[in-house]
């Protein structure tokens, strides 16, 4: 995992309030758009928490059917259920003098939230099948990527398990919302990528990143990530191209700025030509191919357009 970043405003808050909580044993609520960065926030939180050293555990509320989350959250005696021929211990205990992560919070049963707003409020349970008192010292933090509050207005969720939760509440925003983010976020996973392929990737070029800033990122951080590592396995020189991003990004991109800011058919053209020249590095042949122009015409449309840069 890589360093988290956080250059922009909105995400500069986000660890401001990470930074301030860790110091506590607050339980933590972070929301977040998919992709956005909560679990990364989630392990910064207890990265730089007391317990650190301690164990980090993590629950996916979504993936399990709700008896089976709580054989794994609270544990079980041996005979508490068909199968359970061994007591044992639940993520609740694993995660003692450390961090619990309850991953996807909306999609706990309403058995299992007010089991869980008990743990909470008296920081005790029973593993499933057990009479005997478990006293857990936990910090919780709770992940969703829905509005919780609409849940509650829905009676899915549980209004005093919510309010408990949101006590402390990190909202990680959206990428589109904070592009100055962008460029540090895809060297850093420039990097780490090249490292994990054995590529020589170190940096990517401007106008590869200026085609990104122009992307929306529906799938945040994430698709980012995705995106880069992509263009990291495909690359083949030390900077990572216009020609290494996917196509779908490439074409989004252009749309959003033809969009954003109307252009004259000659700014299109220059840009263009730039682009196409950059997915050829630089061949001059294949360029004039690719546009369907002959190769004394790509040079003088080159020409124009240098005389226009120094004029
Ligand atoms: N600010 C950041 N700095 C560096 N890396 C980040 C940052 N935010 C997210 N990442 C990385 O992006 C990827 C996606 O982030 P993460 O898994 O935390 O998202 P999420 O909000 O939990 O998504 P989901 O809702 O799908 O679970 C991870 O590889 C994570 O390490
Ligand atoms: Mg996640």
Redesign the pocket.
């Known amino acids: 995992?890589?360093?988290?970043?956080?250059r922009s405003g909105p995400?500069r808050e986000a660890i401001r309030l990470a930074d301030r909580v860790a110091a506590t044993d607050a339980n933590v609520f972070v929301t977040?758009?998919?992709?956005?960065?909560?679990?990364?926030?989630a392990l910064y939180i207890h990265s730089k928490s007391a317990r650190a050293q301690q164990s980090f555990v993590k629950i996916d509320c979504a993936t399990l059917p709700s008896g089976l989350l709580e054989a794994e959250l609270f544990g079980y005696e041996r005979g508490a259920f068909t199968g359970a021929n061994e007591a044992k211990p639940g993520r609740l205990e694993a995660a003692h003098r450390g961090t619990l992560v309850l991953?996807e919070i909306a999609y706990l049963s309403t058995d299992s939230q007010a089991k869980l707003l008990r743990v909470i409020e008296t920081r005790e349970f029973e593993r499933l099948g057990g009479r005997k008192k478990v006293t857990v010292d936990a910090r919780l933090i709770a992940?969703t990527?829905v509005d919780l509050s609409d849940a509650v207005n829905r009676q899915s969720f549980r209004e005093d398990l919510y309010y408990r939760l949101n006590v402390m509440h990190i909202a990680?925003p959206p990428l589109r919302e904070r592009p100055e983010?962008l460029a540090d976020?895809a060297r850093?996973f420039v990097k780490s990528y090249a490292a994990k392929h054995g590529r020589e990737a170190t940096e990517i070029s401007k106008e590869a990143l200026r085609l990104l800033a122009e992307y929306q990122f529906p799938g945040?951080?994430?698709e980012l990530?995705n995106t880069i590592e992509r263009a990291v396995i495909i690359s083949s020189g030390k900077r990572l191209e216009v020609a290494d991003l996917p196509e779908p990004i490439r074409v989004a991109a252009g749309a959003e700025r033809r969009r954003k800011q109307p252009q004259t058919l000659a700014e299109i053209e220059a840009a263009y030509v730039q682009e196409i020249l950059e997915t050829t590095k630089g061949n001059k042949t294949e360029a004039a191919r690719i546009l369907g122009i002959s190769r004394k015409n790509l040079y003088e449309k080159l020409a124009r357009l240098n005389r226009k840069d120094e004029g």
């Not at 995992?1 to 956080?6: F, G, K, L, S, T």
């Not at 977040?32 to 926030?41: I, P, V």
């Open positions: 995992m890589i360093e988290i970043v956080a995400m977040g758009e998919s992709g956005a960065g909560k679990d990364a926030l991953d992940l990527n990680v983010d976020l850093a945040n951080v994430r990530a």
